[in-house]
């Protein structure tokens, strides 16, 4: 078979569905009202977490529940810095510290295993919430900050940035040899480290790359909500979010994690508009439901339904 | 300056008593039945606003109500297990995806057990009035409402651990812990026994929460932060160990109690500080294998 024919159609529909999906994004804030403009840039914040939380956590199968931690060093970057540096400068400092926290964080801890490490990494999210309301209410006399005000469109625009950076790093290293690193890693850890592979900056450099996405997403979004404090930038919810997110999407391909969140933020902000009495509910038996009959997520029923529409093909003919 | 002293050490033995029965409960879940029961919090306040009703509304002793509360969460949580972690159990691959699937249901399970609460008991902050009196020990003085309650959390754990040590119940239920095959294979009802243990975790969780009733103000958002203590806890005497759970739970009471002398702002701080430590130090904790 000639392989250029059978890459260029195999790249050629996707291509194109992207390439019509980003135009469409670019130009979101010309012809959609600023209500959808500013929920666009929340869903899109979701998929940077839960994508960026997927390069790590999807091949090596470590659970982190770290992703608030993260977010909130980027929010707190953004207040303290804020009015100081412009914008773009701030959300790279956001996702810098994130990175050199990760890089503390990963070299630590990443020879826990198995639910050690989701606890651990859970326990820092919480550490780090109190040790700032601490530090916060003895030093600086007050709770919260104010975050200085960016216009939506800014925040749009910089956070599809994120997202496209973040996507075109993701399937690089899904394609990379560091990529497939990884993955052996999450087969059998032992063995990837006896193939060669330094199985220790792996994984700590995969750790911080997804933090850094992480931090820049939460700086930008501080200017979004302007007045913060650490029980909403410590909000566990952003470490639970992205993982239900994932697991609801499907890790199998780079599209189920984009999938997942996009669809169960959009049902998050619908419920609390519309079930504010019902909205945790709802969510939570959604949750379960997911959990219990979608072991492979959206991409799994995919999978399984087009499988099981060639298997009646091959069984006609 | 030895009544200082007796006062930190009594008030942190009286709050380890409580974190002692609810790391237990947990302790039993995780221990067990392999769940890691993020919602067992709700548990908690679930047996917290049931002793509440019963007190205001029907005017039973709280003390009494422990016959009511202890069984009636216990088949919320025997229930649980039956329906939806069993079926996870089945359907899961390996013991490490049932894990990490159980403990996200758990936060499902969350977010539906505060929201029924809140429909059913609304958002303010409760409380009542019992034995609302203080007690004179050694010059310090404690109100005689914590008191009952470090008794009936000694009482409830050494209980549990006589039943976990001496019947055969309590044998079949260490034989699951060790080894769930060959447990299943000498003829241990393995899906029963896990549903009872699931169900007394969440049994020690509502009596926790209704002694808890006793001595502190209620709500229905109070679950996650007692969650996050009993995971400290667990994690600090070995995840599943029962004689652990009880011991860290005073540890970590007189950590508390001694660090909120010092700097009030920092008692959490702390307690995270050394759950951290530990884990990187000794992540099988303090009587772990």
Known sequence: MDITTFTSKRFLVPGLIILILLVLLATLPLYAPAYTVILMASILMYIVLTVSWVIFSGPTGYISLASAAFFGVGIYTAAILGGELPLLIVVGIGGLASFCLALLVGALTLRLKGIYFAIFTFGLVMLLRYLVLWWEIKYTLTRGRFVIVVDNNTIYYVMLGIFVVLLITAYFIRRSKFGLALQSIGENEEAAAHTGINVTMVKVITFAISAFFMGTAGAIMATRWTYIDPYIAFNPLFSFMPVLMAIFGGMGQLYGPVIGAAIFSYLEEILLTEFPYYYMLIFGVIMVVAILYMPNGLVGLIQKWRKGDLGEKHANT | ?289
């Open chain 2, 1 to 289: 300056m030895m009544v200082t002293i007796l006062d930190v050490v009594i008030a942190g033995l009286l709050l380890g008593g409580i974190y002692a029965l609810i790391a237990m409960g947990l302790s039993l879940q995780y221990g067990v039945a392999r769940v890691l029961n993020i919602s067992h919090g709700e548990f908690i306040m679930v047996g917290a606003f049931l002793t509440w009703m019963l007190y205001t509304v029907f005017g039973i002793n709280p003390l009494l109500c422990l016959v009511i509360v202890g069984p009636v969460v216990f088949i919320i949580g025997f229930i649980l297990h039956k329906t939806l972690f069993t079926r996870l159990r089945i359907s899961s691959t390996s013991s490490g995806a049932f894990e990490s699937r159980s403990l996200l249901a758990t936060f499902g399970l969350l977010f539906i057990i505060q929201n029924i609460a809140l429909i059913a008991w609304g958002a303010e902050i409760r409380g009542y009035a019992y034995l609302n009196i203080s007690v004179n020990l050694g010059g310090a003085l404690f109100g005689a409402n914590r008191l009952v309650t470090l008794g009936f959390a000694i009482a409830i754990g050494l209980a549990f651990y006589i039943f976990l040590a001496r019947t055969r119940m309590g044998k079949a239920i260490r034989a699951a812990a060790q080894d769930p095959a060959t447990a299943g294979l000498m003829g241990v009802n393995i899906n029963q026994v896990l549903a009872l243990c699931f169900g007394f975790g969440a049994s020690m969780a509502g009596i926790a929460g209704l002694l808890l009733s006793m001595c502190y103000p209620i709500n229905a958002a109070m679950g996650l932060e007692y969650t996050i203590i009993a995971i400290i806890v667990v994690v600090l005497g070995g995840l599943g160990s029962i004689p652990g759970s009880f011991i860290g739970g005073f540890i970590l009471g007189l950590v508390g109690s001694i660090v909120t002398y010092f700097e009030p702002g920092l008692a959490l701080v702390s307690y995270y500080v050394i759950f951290m430590i530990l884990l990187l130090v000794r992540p099988t904790g303090i009587l772990g294998k």
